[in-house]
């Protein structure tokens, strides 16, 4: 492994470890656990595929990914109190006051690499694929945990915050994940 290689290794862990150590601090040991599945999935992804296809090639569903997490699950979790109904009926863990510190762990510093992995994949920069790993593997693996918070309440099983749209993203996420994991040169 060449120092280049090990740098971008080195970045990607760092930053694997970091979205879920500040998920950790703002919002408690579930919400950590959830962010790691995620993020190390993505890791492990990015390490393990070898193949690195052009951004056309995942285009569509990197975008509709993107666009399903930001216009339709994050309103939909917001709309219906993911974080308080979590705080109230699972963790206790009560949900932190908006501030600068909460907005740049838990908002710029996850969503804003989804935002320019585009642009990295395109210069072929390694980290652009990794920050798509990332995305696929949370979208596609970690937010089926929305289908698992009902049985962790004491009422029946039903509707849990952020759950309807989970129908449509987690399938977006497994697609992009299956596109960036077949073993094709570079369209």
Known sequence: MNNDRRLQVAIALTYAISVPALGYYFLGFLVAVLFAIGYLS???LWLMVS???SFASIKVPYLLTLAAFLLLHKPEERFAAFFETLSDKITGVPVPALSAGLFLSLVVLPIF???IAPLLMKRGNELGYFFACTLFTSMGIT???HFVFPLLTDEPYGYFPGMVSVVLLAPLG???MWLLSR???RD
Do not use: I
């Open 113 to 115: 690499p989804w935002l």
């Open 51 to 53: 193949a690195r296809p």
């Open 174 to 176: 497994w697609w992009g």
């Open 183 to 185: 073993k094709t040169r």
């Open 143 to 145: 937010e089926l945990a």
């Open 42 to 44: 993505g890791f492990l």
